[in-house]
């Protein structure tokens, strides 16, 4: 059974940095593409970071260009998410999805989601 499981979340101040992780298992990580998700109470679930399995990275929102940085360790089957500069507004619950190769994929495009992992972000 394909499992993501999330950390790293928490409460940091204004103007900090975080660094969220999602373990992999149960799937063929490598040839993957992960991404990572968010979703503040009342809001849409909205794509932060998608990340191939060549590496290559695109960022969605806007809101988090430059700021946000997505990279992954295939020996480890490990995914991340380097937060800096953290505003009140990046306050959500932040998922981990996949979608494999050939899957057939949900309305996000993914097939595999997290529980999320909740970061607070204080002013």
């Known amino acids: 059974q394909v499992q993501l499981v999330e950390s790293g979340g928490g409460l940091v101040q204004a103007g900090g940095s975080l660094r969220v992780s999602c373990a992999a298992s149960g799937m063929n990580f490598s040839r993957s593409m992960m991404a990572w998700f968010r979703q503040a109470p009342g809001k849409e679930r909205e794509s932060v970071a998608t990340i191939d399995w060549r590496g290559g990275s695109r960022y969605p929102a806007d809101s988090v260009k430059g700021r946000f940085t997505i990279s992954r360790d295939n020996g480890k089957n490990t995914v991340y998410l380097q937060m800096n500069s953290l505003k009140p507004e990046d306050t959500a619950v932040y998922y981990c999805?996949?979608?494999?190769?050939?899957?057939?994929?949900?309305?996000?495009?993914?097939?595999?989601w997290g529980k999320g992992t909740l970061v607070t972000v204080s002013s």
């Open positions: 999805a996949a979608a494999l190769y050939g899957g057939a994929h949900d309305n996000y495009g993914m097939d595999y």
